[in-house]
């Protein structure tokens, strides 16, 4: 994995204004921010494990804990919310029996998290799988996707194919 | 590779000549919204067919073949009416088709082909049913002056050569040609305009700080981190028009002698991210970008950063802030960027839509500009309307445009028959205004002074099944999430106020909460350190000056006047329909329900948690709720 | 820039003052504030020195800088308001156990309160009860009351470089925490108690060992004696009314005689000793032209920040051990023996301004069995709780002297206490061993281009010596890189990891700002001027000491009681890590056709995924093999020769946990020497 983040590092040059950057390439190749990576950036870039912890956990898109393989974000913006997005995650916390704020199923499958508004209002409530955008959701039917995908994934030897229709 | 102004006068010539050889154009909109609608599926399909007809041509087609003519599938960036997706543009016809199927493909090709119209897919007013084949002529897009939004949905925003072909980079070519740096910012500052991001600035005033400023490195930043929930203009230029936003930042690069630009981009916008690295490409590589450029001496450079899902990176320091690498925390203004920016360097950060208008000023002068809107307001602004009412969409106006025009001549009303409560405008920060400031204008200053702002250009239409204290608790609690922490007036105060708002969402509030409510609200908005702060209060305070009823109908009324509240809604079994099966008594989560098998059961009123699984459980319909 | 600015509607000339709060104090007005320091960057977050301009606009005065005709006014009906409610916030998320806290009486939020008349809280209290940090000797952490001024993160940051904590999420549930919310001592934290100087509340408070130096004082059975360092007895009065410098030795002595320690002794003397260690070994090492420059180890927070940085420079460090340690060493060594006393009943208690110093003292080189050299360290703010819940009047105390036979000490050894001071004896001492001249001062200028360092060229026996002096760890820091690039370079550099040296410790008095530090510093150097004594060649007890039991400096025996070793720190606990020699696990997972179609695969990747998560890749050699012959019983693994047969992916954490446990150990890798201190070893640095 330090491989991985050494040429990431040199791909921006060492430079600690591109900190989010390499987070993010971080986080998009291993899904989450492994500590051991986040001290590794920290001394390549001398500053203190501190400080680059302290970057991580100030924004929203970062994990330092492991996410599951889908992620799903049910956009709570204003227009998603006044349509209903509420009941949507709390559908889908039902169906992954996620409790006690725990926001991965323990099979490291699913990640159910919300998002403060994707700019899709047009086309609310939203959900999104990974990078795949669902319109007008409702319970019924986010919960009908969640469940072919964990259909998909009991059944050994079969690559998932793309995450319902279209792609962003 | 254009190197001078001449070769792009040519180069114009050449591809506008290459698009008249469109015999046919179809548009398909590819913004985030029909593309999750299946847009994609339904511009492939148009493609095959289309090259079945044998006559599917391609700008890059065009150019190696002069004597090719055709049918052209085109996608473009968002026209901002993804309710009605996924949309297709026929031309020349004009004919615009909403919610189309993949399986229809075939039908509009022939149509369009044959100079026809499918008539079952053609553009219907929400409101009326009328049938609007040409959308401009439809109420939704009649009153509105689409300057900025122009090219959104008309060109394929990943192809330079459509922008250039309609004359872009014509107003760079004039600015590098013909004018200082000086007189651009007069220009701009000549032309009223005023920053798009919210805080309504004179631009032009800005770019002049910025330009006096001794320093050999000097930072133009493009301000694309749109956060307000529900707004979507910005995501909408870019998608749709990117190298109009390019084009303004390198004039104002110019214009303040900087030779770098950053575009700061939310992550949740890769689509917009992905297309204006696309469009900062391709100028590269035509030399519209990087050293020398047109001849002029003048060099820039543009690169992209994305955000990481921080909503305070959009007030302008805490930008800086997280471009640099850190935690996007603001710090205190003075020292102003335009003086000391970006890793300390004299730096201007603009909107995209205020970039977006630059170009324009440029080519038509500024008191073109000018004659548009209001006299302290001048130009157009887009707007995003939704919420209650039948036209939610992207929307253009010229500035002191009515609220009322905005809500029922192009928004086509209320649904449902129902009554306005308020339209909330300028996201979280912004404010609720009534019914009765309905014929107020929307420009900077008149807002302001009635306790709202035009921020971005979110607009919510509330209605009467809207609790008005329920939509300041919602806002508030984004605020709160979204604070960063650093400044104890908005970190606890805004901590505070969503607790206060709480208690009365839950009915156990008192009279003293709300005094204090806006007592915390005044001084968080005085005493807060940058703008998120400042105007975190704005939702509370502007409901509590026209709502104020709503307030005290919670509090002292033990009422939710909209019904909304859970805390308020007040169960009881009726005796005549309950037939004692005890299914309520089971589902409920407290034990208030209590009663022997086929005899009437009964809620206790005390124990009540107002949660409403009783009603959801009980067959016979004998749980009413009031 | 010249002009005025209107303050209340008095006129006050710009001056160069930084910003608008450096004036109003000039206009006779006192603002509050949580946030603001003179030696740190601006944070303007706390919002208690906020004024009002002439517009209208409530603006922070500590982060606007002054402008010809600006006009402000600092105390409007708003502004008053302001800063009530924020007080009003801060305590709403704060804990108001105060009769029970460290800082009581010493706290500004306390006192902010008491000055704006906050007599009520109209929010509900604080919900969250976080554990206290008590993971370092030296320093108590405790969130419950921090106001996220954000002082202690930039103390450590931009003074100290080193950056041991700082701000982690976001919003009201941002936090001051070291990284991956670890405690102090599982990070890189030197204890040098700066942060706790900055500390406007009870965060940060030093952690107390009064209790256990009251019952050792209660005890029969036990002998306690005293040390007090110099910085102390400039330092002491200040909790009782005197003026920072103002010296109080006399009356020091006489309380802690009637605290009850048996003698009462001066570290100084030790000091003193160390000065001829140290100045032996750097003649000895300038002579043979090795392990230079040499840099001075009697600073543990400096020592602990080699041995995590720059472990390379570990050779370089004096080896002898500090004035507190090499005390301890004495006593329970020689002066144990010469009272006849059994080490294990002698309790040595030393009086620093050092919170550094707690640590040291448990370091386990500086032990024999579970007998410390030094049992107990108290900080100066440690020794004023106790006289006064003594009751002592300190002012009436009548004075008194250290005992014999070490209570003797040069004026040498007490400027030890301020930066520089170590530098100077050392070169006075070198300047009379190579020529026999007695020269006092060394004439310590500022480096150029090096922020915090001084230096001094001195002539000695016909070369020229280049010494260094530099007090804060990030002026080290940027010293030593300049060292390393060739930009500088010196044959001895003194490292104090406090601005301004000793005088400015964690655990002295508040306030404990520049203005004090200088004071102290200004007063050990005058206690320095008075001593008949200024040469620690001089100091006859030191002599005898060394004639009774050392022999020689840097003798065999000098070695054993009076050096150390030095070993590697990672600056971060890893999760999972193996302290004490990692196992050597080879495993190879069958992945033949029969074993993989029975689920091989998901055996293999539990093993990746178990042997990332607990961070053994470097010991666990994991592998595919192709078809160890057990089809029948498949999927099959071997670990170290021992076969599992029929494994399934949930039997992986089971069986790795097995493996490892019974796998044999190696030696860790390029982990501590182990710094033979101890009596009776032979002591060498690598």
């Known amino acids: 994995?330090?491989?991985?983040?050494?040429?990431?590092?040199?791909?921006?040059?060492?430079?600690?204004?591109?900190?989010?950057?390499?987070?993010?390439?971080?986080?998009?190749?291993?899904?989450?921010?492994?500590?051991?990576?986040?001290?590794?950036?920290?001394?390549?870039?001398?500053?203190?494990?501190?400080?680059?912890?302290?970057?991580?956990?100030?924004?929203?898109?970062?994990?330092?804990?492991?996410?599951?393989?889908?992620?799903?974000?049910?956009?709570?913006?204003?227009?998603?919310?006044?349509?209903?997005?509420?009941?949507?995650?709390?559908?889908?916390?039902?169906?992954?029996?996620?409790?006690?704020?725990?926001?991965?199923?323990?099979?490291?499958?699913?990640?159910?998290?919300?998002?403060?508004?994707?700019?899709?209002?047009?086309?609310?409530p939203v959900m999104v799988i990974n990078d795949t955008v669902h319109p007008q959701m409702t319970p019924e039917a986010a919960e009908t996707i969640v469940e072919t995908l964990m259909k998909r994934e009991a059944e050994p030897e079969t690559e998932p194919a793309a995450v319902g229709e279209g792609n962003a | 590779m254009i190197a001078t102004v001449t070769e792009l006068k040519q180069a114009q010539r050449e591809y506008a000549a290459c698009l008249e050889r469109e015999r046919t154009r179809i548009l398909v909109c590819a913004g985030t919204g029909c593309i999750a609608n299946g847009a994609m599926r339904i511009y492939?399909?148009?493609?095959?067919?289309?090259?079945?007809?044998?006559?599917?041509?391609?700008?890059?087609?065009?150019?190696?073949?002069?004597?090719?003519?055709?049918?052209?599938?085109?996608?473009?960036?968002?026209?901002?009416?993804?309710?009605?997706?996924?949309?297709?543009?026929?031309?020349?016809?004009?004919?615009?088709?909403?919610?189309?199927?993949?399986?229809?493909?075939?039908?509009?090709?022939?149509?369009?082909l044959r100079g026809e119209v499918v008539e079952r897919l053609v553009y219907r007013d929400p409101a009326s049913g009328e049938p609007y084949p040409r959308p401009e002529a439809a109420p939704f897009y009649r009153r509105q002056t689409r300057q900025v939004l122009e090219r959104c949905g008309a060109i394929d925003p990943e192809r330079i050569e459509e922008y250039i072909a309609q004359g872009g980079y014509q107003a760079l070519a004039r600015v590098l040609r013909e004018m200082t740096p000086e007189q651009v910012c007069q220009e701009v500052l000549a032309s009223g305009l005023r920053g798009r991001g919210g805080a309504g600035f004179p631009t032009g005033k800005k770019w002049e700080f910025a330009r006096v400023q001794q320093s050999d490195v000097k930072y133009v930043v493009c301000n694309g981190d749109e956060g307000d929930p529900g707004a979507f203009m910005n995501r909408s230029l870019m998608e749709g028009d990117p190298h109009r936003v390019l084009e303004g930042m390198i004039i104002a690069g110019y214009a303040i002698g900087a030779s770098q630009g950053v575009f700061y981009v939310r992550a949740e916008y890769p689509l917009a991210v992905r297309r204006i690295r696309t469009a900062i490409a391709q100028a590269e590589e035509k030399g519209l970008l990087g050293d020398n450029i047109l001849g002029s001496g003048f060099s820039f450079r543009a690169s992209v950063k994305e955000g990481a899902g921080a909503f305070v990176c959009g007030e302008e320091t805490a930008l800086l802030a997280s471009a640099e690498g850190e935690r996007g925390?603001?710090?205190?203004?003075?020292?102003?960027?335009?003086?000391?920016?970006?890793?300390?360097?004299?730096?201007?950060?603009?909107?995209?839509?205020?970039?977006?208008?630059?170009?324009?000023?440029?080519?038509?002068?500024?008191?073109?500009?000018?004659?548009?809107?209001?006299?302290?307001?001048?130009?157009?602004?887009?707007?995003?309307?939704?919420?209650?009412?039948?036209?939610?969409?992207?929307?253009?106006?010229?500035?002191?445009?009515?609220?009322?025009?905005?809500?029922?001549?192009?928004?086509?009303?209320?649904?449902?028959?129902?009554?306005?409560?308020?339209?909330?405008?300028?996201?979280?920060?912004?404010?609720?205004?009534p019914e009765e400031m309905l014929d107020l204008p929307l420009d900077y200053d008149t807002l302001q002074a009635k306790g709202a702002m035009v921020g971005s250009g979110g607009l919510v239409v509330i209605d009467e099944d809207n609790c008005i204290v329920e939509v300041a608790r919602f806002f508030m609690q984004f605020i709160q999430n979204e604070s960063c922490g650093k400044c104890v007036a908005c970190r606890?105060?805004?901590?505070?106020?969503?607790?206060?708002?709480?208690?009365?969402?839950?009915?156990?509030?008192?009279?003293?909460?709300?005094?204090?409510?806006?007592?915390?609200?005044?001084?968080?908005?005085?005493?807060?350190?940058?703008?998120?702060?400042?105007?975190?209060?704005?939702?509370?305070?502007?409901?509590?000056?026209?709502?104020?009823?709503?307030?005290?109908?919670?509090?002292?009324?033990?009422?939710?006047?909209?019904?909304?509240?859970?805390?308020?809604?007040?169960?009881?079994?009726?005796?005549?329909?309950?037939?004692?099966?005890?299914?309520?008594?089971?589902?409920?989560?407290?034990?208030?329900?209590?009663?022997?098998?086929?005899?009437?059961?009964?809620?206790?009123?005390?124990?009540?948690?107002?949660?409403?699984?009783?009603?959801?459980?009980?067959?016979?319909?004998?749980?009413?709720?009031? | 820039m010249a002009g005025y600015v209107t303050?209340?509607?008095?006129?006050?000339?710009?001056?160069?003052?930084?910003?608008?709060?450096?004036?109003?104090?000039?206009?006779?007005?006192?603002?509050?504030?949580?946030?603001?320091?003179?030696?740190?960057?601006?944070?303007?977050?706390?919002?208690?020195?906020?004024?009002?301009?002439?517009?209208?606009?409530?603006?922070?005065?500590?982060?606007?800088?002054?402008?010809?005709?600006?006009?402000?006014?600092?105390?409007?009906?708003?502004?008053?308001?302001?800063?009530?409610?924020?007080?009003?916030?801060?305590?709403?998320?704060?804990?108001?156990?105060?009769?029970?806290?460290?800082?009581?009486?010493?706290?500004?939020?306390?006192?902010?309160?008491?000055?704006?008349?906050?007599?009520?809280?109209?929010?509900?209290a604080r919900e969250a009860t976080e554990p206290l940090d008590l993971s370092t000797p030296g320093i108590v952490r405790d969130n419950n009351k921090c106001i996220l001024c954000g002082d202690c993160v930039r103390v450590c940051s931009e003074v100290q470089g080193i950056g041991a904590i700082g701000f982690a999420y976001r919003g009201s549930r941002a936090r001051v925490t070291p990284a991956y919310n670890r405690s102090l001592g599982e990070v890189d934290c030197v204890t040098c108690g700066q942060c706790l100087a900055v500390c406007p509340t009870g965060a940060l408070t030093v952690r107390p060992e009064v209790d256990r130096v009251w019952a050792a004082l209660r005890n029969p059975n036990k002998r306690v004696v005293v040390q007090t360092a110099p910085a102390v007895r400039v330092a002491i009065g200040e909790a009782f009314g005197l003026e920072p410098g103002a010296i109080s030795t006399g009356q020091m002595v006489g309380a802690l005689r009637r605290l009850g320690f048996a003698r009462v002794f001066d570290t100084s003397f030790a000091a003193d000793l160390t000065t001829i260690e140290e100045t032996h070994e750097f003649i000895e090492r300038l002579q043979k032209g090795e392990r230079l420059p040499q840099f001075t180890s009697c600073c543990p927070a400096w020592v602990k920040m080699a041995e995590q940085y720059y472990p390379e420079k570990l050779g370089q460090l004096s080896t002898c051990r500090s004035p507190q340690q090499m005390f301890g060493s004495v006593l329970k060594r020689f002066y144990a023996r010469q009272e006849g006393i059994d080490p294990a009943d002698l309790f040595v208690v030393s009086v620093m301004p050092c919170t550094a110093k707690k640590f040291e003292a448990q370091r386990p080189e500086f032990a024999d069995g579970d007998v410390r050299d030094v049992d107990a360290v108290l900080t100066t703010q440690e020794l004023a709780r106790m006289i006064q819940s003594a009751g002592i009047i300190f002012s009436e105390v009548e004075e008194d002297s250290y005992d014999t036979p070490f209570g003797l000490a040069t004026g040498a050894g007490v400027i030890y206490g301020a930066s520089g001071g170590v530098a100077t004896a050392v070169a006075r001492e070198a300047n009379w061993l190579l020529t026999g001249r007695r020269v006092t001062d060394l004439?310590?200028?500022?480096?150029?281009?090096?922020?915090?360092?001084?230096?001094?060229?001195?002539?000695?026996?016909?070369?020229?010596?280049?010494?260094?002096?530099?007090?804060?760890?990030?002026?080290?820091?940027?010293?030593?890189?300049?060292?390393?690039?060739?930009?500088?370079?010196?044959?001895?550099?003194?490292?104090?990891?406090?601005?301004?040296?000793?005088?400015?410790?964690?655990?002295?008095?508040?306030?404990?700002?520049?203005?004090?530090?200088?004071?102290?510093?200004?007063?050990?150097?005058?206690?320095?001027?008075?001593?008949?004594?200024?040469?620690?060649?001089?100091?006859?007890?030191?002599?005898?000491?060394?004639?009774?039991?050392?022999?020689?400096?840097?003798?065999?025996?000098?070695?054993?009681?009076?050096?150390?070793?030095?070993?590697?720190?990672?600056?971060?606990?890893?999760?999972?890590?193996?302290?004490?020699?990692?196992?050597?696990?080879?495993?190879?997972?069958?992945?033949?056709?029969?074993?993989?179609?029975?689920?091989?695969?998901?055996?293999?990747?539990?093993?990746?995924?178990?042997?990332?998560?607990?961070?053994?890749?470097?010991?666990?050699?994991?592998?595919?093999?192709?078809?160890?012959?057990?089809?029948?019983?498949?999927?099959?693994?071997?670990?170290?020769?021992?076969?599992?047969?029929?494994?399934?992916?949930?039997?992986?954490?089971?069986?790795?946990?097995?493996?490892?446990?019974?796998?044999?150990?190696?030696?860790?890798?390029?982990?501590?020497?182990?710094?033979?201190?101890?009596?009776?070893?032979?002591?060498?640095?690598?």
């Open chain 2, 44 to 112: 492939e399909e148009l493609t095959r067919l289309a090259a079945e007809t044998g006559s599917l041509v391609d700008i890059d087609l065009l150019l190696e073949d002069e004597a090719r003519e055709g049918s052209a599938v085109v996608k473009t960036g968002c026209r901002g009416f993804c309710a009605a997706g996924p949309l297709v543009h026929v031309e020349p016809a004009g004919v615009l088709y909403t919610h189309v199927k993949a399986e229809d493909a075939g039908e509009i090709l022939q149509a369009a």
């Open chain 3, 443 to 686: 004439t310590l200028e500022p480096a150029p281009g090096q922020p915090g360092v001084m230096e001094a060229e001195l002539e000695i026996g016909g070369r020229t010596v280049r010494v260094a002096v530099v007090s804060g760890l990030g002026n080290t820091r940027r010293l030593l890189a300049d060292m390393d690039e060739g930009k500088v370079a010196y044959d001895i550099v003194e490292v104090m990891a406090c601005p301004g040296g000793c005088a400015g410790g964690g655990g002295q008095p508040l306030p404990n700002e520049t203005a004090q530090r200088k004071a102290r510093a200004r007063g050990l150097r005058a206690a320095d001027k008075r001593q008949q004594i200024r040469f620690a060649q001089d100091n006859v007890l030191v002599k005898e000491l060394y004639g009774q039991w050392l022999g020689e400096p840097n003798s065999h025996a000098a070695h054993q009681a009076l050096h150390t070793g030095y070993g590697h720190r990672r600056r971060i606990a890893v999760e999972g890590e193996h302290t004490h020699g990692a196992p050597s696990l080879q495993v190879k997972v069958c992945v033949g056709t029969s074993c993989y179609l029975r689920g091989a695969r998901d055996v293999l990747r539990r093993l990746s995924e178990e042997i990332e998560k607990q961070g053994l890749e470097a010991t666990v050699d994991l592998a595919g093999a192709f078809c160890l012959e057990r089809c029948d019983r498949g999927p099959n693994v071997v670990i170290n020769g021992q076969e599992f047969n029929r494994v399934r992916e949930d039997d992986v954490p089971h069986i790795l946990r097995q493996a490892l446990a019974a796998a044999p150990r190696q030696h860790a890798p390029a982990s501590a020497v182990e710094g033979e201190g101890a009596r009776g070893r032979v002591v060498e640095c690598q």
């Open chain 2, 329 to 433: 925390m603001p710090r205190p203004k003075p020292p102003f960027p335009a003086v000391a920016g970006l890793y300390g360097r004299p730096t201007i950060i603009n909107n995209v839509e205020t970039l977006g208008n630059v170009a324009a000023i440029i080519n038509n002068g500024a008191q073109w500009f000018r004659n548009l809107g209001t006299e302290k307001s001048a130009g157009t602004k887009t707007f995003a309307l939704t919420g209650k009412v039948r036209n939610t969409g992207l929307v253009e106006v010229p500035m002191g445009c009515t609220l009322r025009e905005m809500v029922f001549d192009i928004g086509g009303g209320i649904p449902g028959g129902k009554r306005l409560k308020a339209v909330q405008i300028g996201g979280p920060s912004g404010g609720c205004l």
């Open chain 1, 1 to 124: 994995m330090l491989v991985a983040v050494e040429s990431i590092l040199a791909r921006h040059g060492y430079r600690r204004s591109d900190l989010i950057a390499m987070l993010q390439e971080i986080q998009e190749s291993y899904h989450y921010l492994p500590e051991e990576a986040l001290n590794y950036l920290a001394t390549a870039l001398g500053v203190s494990p501190a400080t680059v912890f302290g970057v991580a956990t100030f924004y929203a898109q970062f994990s330092l804990d492991p996410k599951g393989k889908y992620l799903v974000r049910v956009c709570d913006g204003t227009a998603c919310h006044v349509k209903g997005s509420q009941r949507i995650y709390d559908r889908l916390v039902k169906k992954l029996k996620l409790r006690e704020g725990r926001v991965t199923t323990s099979d490291g499958l699913f990640t159910l998290e919300t998002v403060a508004c994707l700019g899709a209002c047009g086309i609310a």
């Open chain 3, 7 to 124: 303050i209340d509607g008095i006129k006050v000339p710009i001056e160069g003052q930084r910003n608008l709060l450096e004036m109003v104090r000039q206009a006779g007005v006192d603002l509050p504030t949580f946030c603001y320091h003179s030696e740190l960057s601006v944070y303007g977050a706390c919002r208690m020195c906020v004024v009002e301009d002439a517009r209208g606009q409530v603006i922070s005065s500590c982060s606007t800088p002054p402008a010809d005709g600006m006009a402000i006014r600092t105390n409007t009906p708003r502004l008053m308001h302001i800063r009530r409610m924020m007080l009003e916030l801060y305590l709403a998320n704060h804990c108001r156990d105060c009769t029970t806290c460290a800082k009581n009486g010493n706290c500004k939020l306390q006192e902010l309160c008491a000055r704006f008349g906050v007599d009520r809280v109209r929010f509900p």
């Open chain 2, 492 to 626: 606890e105060g805004t901590k505070q106020m969503l607790a206060l708002l709480q208690k009365i969402v839950d009915g156990k509030a008192t009279m003293e909460d709300l005094d204090l409510l806006e007592e915390v609200a005044l001084v968080v908005r005085d005493a807060s350190l940058c703008g998120l702060g400042k105007t975190a209060a704005n939702p509370v305070l502007s409901t509590l000056r026209y709502f104020r009823e709503e307030y005290l109908a919670h509090i002292q009324g033990r009422t939710c006047p909209a019904g909304v509240c859970a805390a308020f809604r007040h169960y009881a079994i009726d005796p005549e329909k309950c037939k004692g099966c005890g299914r309520c008594a089971r589902a409920c989560p407290a034990g208030a329900i209590t009663g022997e098998v086929k005899k009437p059961y009964v809620i206790d009123q005390s124990k009540c948690a107002h949660c409403g699984a009783c009603v959801d459980t009980c067959r016979f319909g004998a749980v009413e709720e009031r």
